[in-house]
């Protein structure tokens, strides 16, 4: 099963996207972490994005086509994926169309997570992530330690005041219309409250996605199906 999942930037794409993984035993992909990951490494990939990133920015369309046509003619992904922030612009939607259908695959389901502005820029401004595994945590201050994987705990560069006002508005002008895109294209967007509990919300994503909470795989055409 691929998933994709949409939403503004602190909506808690990546919180469910690891939970959702976990109970459906398909693997997460975030372009975002993709990204930081190049930035680390100092690849070419991290080098273009950087700047990009830093301000807020898309990263150009080319770049995300790029990781999405690897990632998903992968054996990582041969029974679906939960694709994290990974269809943020038309043309995005668009390729990642075009890439699945030469593997004989399609997007199965798109969730909309749904946060007030108000609620999204208090969840940015507390943000940390494991620096590791990018885990994303509320409450706890930087430099503590992962619980996942140990790794130090750091604020995002682009969580700073001016980078989050730019990331909201660039989701509002480059992503929202990707919610059309899909609709056009006969695929039913599921909206979810995410403003509750993160339980809450992972219960209100299995429902709309019609699972009952059981660790499910997915229904990979390339010898993954169950
Ligand atoms: P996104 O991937 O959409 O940018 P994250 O999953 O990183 O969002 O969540 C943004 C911040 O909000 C993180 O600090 C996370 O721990 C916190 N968070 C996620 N879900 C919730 C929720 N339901 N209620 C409160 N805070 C949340
Ligand atoms: P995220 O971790 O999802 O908040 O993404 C962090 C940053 O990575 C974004 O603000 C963009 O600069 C870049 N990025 C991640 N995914 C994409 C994408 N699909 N398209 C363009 N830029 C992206």
């Known amino acids: 099963m691929i998933i994709v999942l949409l939403g503004p930037p602190g909506a808690g794409k990546g919180t469910q996207a690891d939970r959702l993984s976990g109970r459906l035993g398909i693997p997460k992909i975030a372009t975002g972490d993709v990204l930081r990951a190049a930035v680390r490494d100092g690849t070419k990939r991290g080098l273009e994005a950087k700047s990009y990133m830093d301000r807020g920015d898309l990263v150009p369309d080319s770049v995300i086509l790029g990781i999405l046509q690897d990632v998903m003619t992968s054996p990582a992904t041969k029974k679906g994926a939960i694709l994290d922030g990974a269809v943020r612009t038309v043309p995005q939607a668009e390729g990642l169309e075009a890439t699945l259908g030469e593997i004989g695959e399609k997007v199965d389901r798109v969730l909309l ?32 330690r992962c619980e996942k994987c140990g790794g130090r705990l750091v604020r995002r560069k682009d969580d700073e005041p001016e980078a989050v006002r730019n990331r909201l508005e660039v989701y509002r002008r480059q992503t929202e219309p990707v919610i059309d895109w899909y609709r056009g294209h006969n695929q039913k967007v599921l909206k979810i409250d995410a403003d509750a509990p993160v339980d809450e919300v992972t ?6 996605l019609g699972k009952t909470g059981k660790r499910e795989a997915g229904s990979g055409k390339r010898g993954g199906g169950k």
């Open 113 to 144: 997570f749904d946060v007030d502005d108000d609620e999204l820029v208090k969840r940015l401004s507390t943000r940390t992530v494991c620096e590791g595994c990018q885990t994303p945590y509320m409450g706890r201050e930087p430099g503590t």
């Open 203 to 208: 219960s209100r994503a299995l429902e709309a």
